[in-house]
């Protein structure tokens, strides 16, 4: 297989997983805004914000323009669907129904943001470490803006689950595998999957990052 | 009239609504500063944050610069105005009478914010649907961050009085307009007008947004 | 001594004051993570917003590109290498003994922040008063948002302990300073130095703002 075979493979093979992910990451948000008992308004801003607001703060930390919501506008159009769409399904019953069942499309999600937003970041010139937590914010801020937005202490800051610190280890196999000169997509393709499947281990095993002594 | 005078006309009638929006923008931060008994520099912080936050948003996402009150600064001096005004004079007897005083102004500053940000985002080269997101967070975001800084959830998600419904419904309008080519600033005076008409029917006749079942 | 060598003097002289306001900031970080009792991710995050949030801020509103901490990327690197410590030795009983010792080194953080903002924005050409808020900004976002982001209400809007109030008179100094046409870092030196006199005065008087009396 040619390289520019391998960079449409890869390519390809990575949108299911990114709207996979945004919609998981959307979804999160809807449940918060059912929750706080939003009104359709606050609602489809915190689903937006949950899904959008990791990308949109890496773009403006590096001051790209325009954001990739203004420049994909169906992303936009997307998220207005869910709302409406959940103002017509969405029940309390499905609250927590949907909340386990989204747990692994947002592994997924953290993956496909985490390695994307550190691409990104290497392709804008910027040094490893900013890299790595430019991938960082973009996978998790989408959550911490939410709760932000609905009045509570992020989650993300919290949870004492290895989330965000998945991501963080994911992003530097981007950042190595770009070193490595690897063509860029599969870069992000490894990446993801170490990202995803040590998250998975993460939610099957239970295991826990080291708590403060405090 | 040519289109010359009337551009002249509908620029000159936008200014002092524009600048009543803003006053009664300001004065809802001036007034969660009191209730939450903030010092002045949180009041003067507060009320700029509602009365510039949403424009400003819009400006970083749209990647305008410089800000508009970067650009210019006597809207700065207008607020720090009004905060040394109400340290001197505002009391708490007032605070119930200012905030039913200022919802029609409030209701003009949503009309005015959300059809000019619907116009610049347009001329910016956007396509509808993020003209008419900007438009709406023009005109709201400033109340959601007052209330992200005061600590609350923001009153704009969990109203359920249409308001920001009603700017995303007036920035239509505008697009439509624009759409049609008519001049950019009847385009904004016609949107704002059918915004405010709308916002203070829903006042008068007290409608709600539908409600999440959930 | 000419005026290249008292540039050279004033600008190294400042390194040591701004490395040292950066720690007292990360610090306060770090005990109101500790307080919340937050993962390594949200000390890391929290401790990263209360260093950087303000000269971020700053840069976002004034269109700079690329921000400070990602053209020098130790700054990121200094942070993380103060969390793995903290999460070594820090313990509940160093909480209150650590916010009593970086009171001192804070005011310098105050200081050498709200004079450094208000010079790169005067150098950017802004008006008198947008550097002065740029200043303020910069030197007191990074606690606004650490509070935001542990999910309360600004301690800097609340505290009625002149601290915004004096980088405000600071940053005027500066402003006075460069119209008076003296070189950048000793108007940058000279209004520090101010701020942190006046701040420890008031630390050391137990002076206050005016009061609301709503």
Not at 44 to 71: K, N
Not at 82 to 100: K, V
Request: aromatic share 14%; charged share 10%.
């Amino acid at each position: 297989m040619s390289n520019e075979q391998l960079q449409w493979w890869v390519t390809n093979f990575h949108l299911p997983f990114e709207v996979l992910g945004t919609l998981a990451f959307a979804f999160s948000g809807l449940i918060e805004a059912a929750r706080k008992k939003l009104d359709i308004v606050g609602m489809a801003m915190v689903t937006a914000v949950a899904a959008f607001g990791g990308g949109t703060l890496r773009d403006i930390l590096l001051d790209r323009s325009p954001l990739f919501w203004i420049a994909n506008d169906w992303w936009i159009w997307t998220i207005l669907v869910i709302c409406g769409l959940a103002m017509i399904f969405f029940r309390a019953r499905h609250l927590e129904f949907t909340e386990r069942a989204m747990q692994w499309p947002d592994a997924i999600g953290l993956g496909v943001f985490a390695s994307g937003g550190t691409m990104l970041a290497l392709q804008a010139g910027t040094s490893a470490i900013v890299a790595v937590i430019m991938g960082v914010i973009t996978s998790i801020f989408g959550s911490v803006l939410r709760d932000i937005f609905t009045n509570q202490v992020p989650r993300a800051f919290t949870d004492h689950q290895p989330y965000a610190s998945v991501a963080f280890l994911g992003c530097w196999v981007v950042v190595f595998a770009h070193w490595l000169a690897w063509p860029a997509a599969l870069a992000v393709a490894v990446g993801a999957l170490v990202t995803v499947a040590i998250r998975l281990a993460v939610m099957i095993f239970g295991w826990r990052v080291p708590s403060w002594r405090v």
